[in-house]
């Protein structure tokens, strides 16, 4: 796998985006909803929320290849390969509302990510970008030489063991920091 540049790649915000829906639900701001399925919304403490498509990745970013081996104990290694941007270069083009120069700013970030099937997984920035982790989860627009252009792309992470944080059928990404309810405990 290649190594990104610290500067995001063009978005798909040069090309008409996909029509979205904006719906309100109760005690929330109206939220971008996909329209059509393959779509995901991108949303949260973010300068320009969009929704995109598989092909939006596709035409938008460099694709990036990562073979995996999936070893959970109840169905024993499976071997797959995935192909599709890096995450953090897909977000990054949404203008997460912190200062990028700002290493312990940009840390308290999170990504939650929703899939079709009602699968959530949720990542830290730390462990997307390159100043920490520097993990090259992509969100996949292929997998094993099949297009994910009906389905929606699939957040893929590479370094986990077993696949129970890979989500697929991705409906959205939110960004923000986190929000407590109350204050954390004091330490004694």
Known sequence: ????????????????????V??????????LVPAS????????????????????LRRGWEQHRAEVVFDCATAGPRHHAFAGPLLREVVAAALP???????????????????????HAL?????ID???GDAPVLLAT???????????PQLVVPSDRCGARYVSAVTGIWIGPPRLAGALPSEA
């Open 37 to 56: 399925a393959g779509s995901f919304a991108l949303r949260g403490d973010v300068a320009r929320p969009a929704v995109l498509t598989v092909a939006d």
């Open 97 to 119: 509302r912190f200062d990028p120069a700002r290493r312990k700013e940009r840390a308290r970030f999170l990504l939650a990510v929703s899939g079709g099937d009602g699968h």
């Open 142 to 152: 292929r997998t094993d030489d099949r297009d994910l252009d009906g389905d929606g």
């Open 22 to 31: 904006s719906v309100s639900t109760p005690a929330l701001a109206p939220v």
């Open 123 to 127: 990542l830290s920035w730390a462990e």
């Open 1 to 20: 796998m290649s190594r990104p540049n610290a500067a995001p790649h063009p978005t798909p915000a040069a090309t008409p985006a996909p029509a979205s």
């Open 130 to 132: 390159a100043d920490f």
